[in-house]
């Protein structure tokens, strides 16, 4: 972030520079734009966004940024075959509509890379949707993303440096594999840092998509843990037969679950009818007392996770 001093420099040069106006603000830490490029941003997003928690005024000059000035989707979109919804193709002389279903979710080819002839790797763009995590670029926090910006390096190393001959996922010298290639980094990096956070805070915002290099399947998915849930809590009782309930419980990877129900140290001990199921029957054989039932589940792949019903046993 910029310091407040800096931003207050900024602010008495009466001078409009390009893309950004810099106001001192009574609240230093909120950077202030351009209001009619705010509101221009905030116009012209082509998606639904998510603005919950985030500041609208990042969120438009973010758009702004993006959107009427450094066509990071004329690179990052799929292709120029499916850029745009159909009938809102601009160079067929239709009203421009931007396709939803790709808007910078990467996955552009720009070919083999740094000739078509030769064992090269293609350069293709990258996913800057959000993922499950709901931050940009496939989970990155801002620091992350300013320094990719900042510096062009390519932090999922996807073509290193050849050492040897191309072997078809490699860049030669004098090209640095570490770098991103193609990507206008060199001229990005110029921008402030309070321009960087609002393209990054914008890109938190528009939906998640599938796809792109190095992207993990299901990525706007939240992943559900395996978690035992054991029911009844703190439930009180009268009846001398009960039943208990693990049907609640979550299998990680959407498997099927293993059901182990057991009588851990401490409790009374109970007759624990088809222990091995969801939903076993157990019988309070020890008389009034406090009865605690411990269930473990484990998924396909062996993970496991414990929680524990306990039921007060007031009958005769
Ligand atoms: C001229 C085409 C082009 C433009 C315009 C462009 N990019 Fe890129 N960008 C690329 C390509 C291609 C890559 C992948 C490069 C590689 O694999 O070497 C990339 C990679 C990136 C990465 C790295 C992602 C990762 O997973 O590490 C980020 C972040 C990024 N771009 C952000 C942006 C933003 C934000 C904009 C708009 C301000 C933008 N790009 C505009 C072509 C472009």
């Not at 420099?9 to 603000?25: C, D, E, N, R, T």
């Not at 601009?90 to 740094?114: E, I, M």
């Not at 499950?132 to 620091?143: K, N, Q, R």
């Not at 054991?230 to 959407?254: F, H, M, Y």
């Amino acid at each position: 972030m910029k310091s407040a001093k800096t931003r207050a420099v900024f602010a008495m040069l009466p001078v409009s520079l390009g893309v950004a106006i810099f106001h001192a603000s009574a609240l230093a830490q909120t950077p202030m734009f351009d209001p009619a490029k705010v509101q221009q941003g905030m116009q012209i997003a082509p998606v639904t966004l998510n603005t919950q928690g985030k500041d609208p005024n990042l969120v438009g000059y973010g758009s702004y940024l993006v959107n009427a000035v450094a066509d990071c989707n004329g690179c990052h979109s799929a292709g120029p075959q499916t850029e745009f919804a159909m009938g809102g193709n601009p160079y067929f002389n239709q009203p421009t509509k931007v396709n939803p279903a790709t808007y910078l979710g990467g996955g552009r080819d720009f070919g083999p890379f740094p000739s078509a002839s030769g064992n090269f790797p293609h350069i293709i763009s990258r996913n800057l949707t959000p993922d499950f995590t709901g931050m940009a670029e496939g989970g990155s926090t801002f620091d992350k993303f300013r320094t990719i910006i900042r510096t062009g390096m390519d932090m999922d190393h996807i073509h290193p440096t050849c050492s040897g001959p191309p072997d078809g996922k490699c860049i030669p010298p004098p090209f640095n594999g570490d770098l991103l290639q193609i990507m206008p980094w060199p001229t990005d990096q110029n921008m402030t840092d309070d321009d960087l956070l609002a393209i990054y805070t914008y890109l938190s915002a528009i939906p998640c998509l599938e796809g792109g290099p190095n992207e993990p399947p299901n990525r706007c998915v939240t992943p559900v843990k395996t978690m035992a849930i054991a029911s009844p809590k703190n439930a009180t009782v009268v009846s001398r037969e009960i039943q208990l309930d693990g049907t609640k419980s979550t299998a990680g990877n959407g498997g099927l679950l293993t059901f182990q129900w057991s009588i851990p140290q401490g409790s009374p001990s109970a007759v624990i009818l088809h222990g091995n199921t969801a939903t076993p029957n157990v019988q309070f054989s020890q008389g009034r007392g406090a009865y605690i039932f411990l269930l473990t589940v484990t998924d396909t792949s062996g993970t496991s996770s414990s929680d524990v019903a306990t039921i007060t046993y007031a009958g005769n």
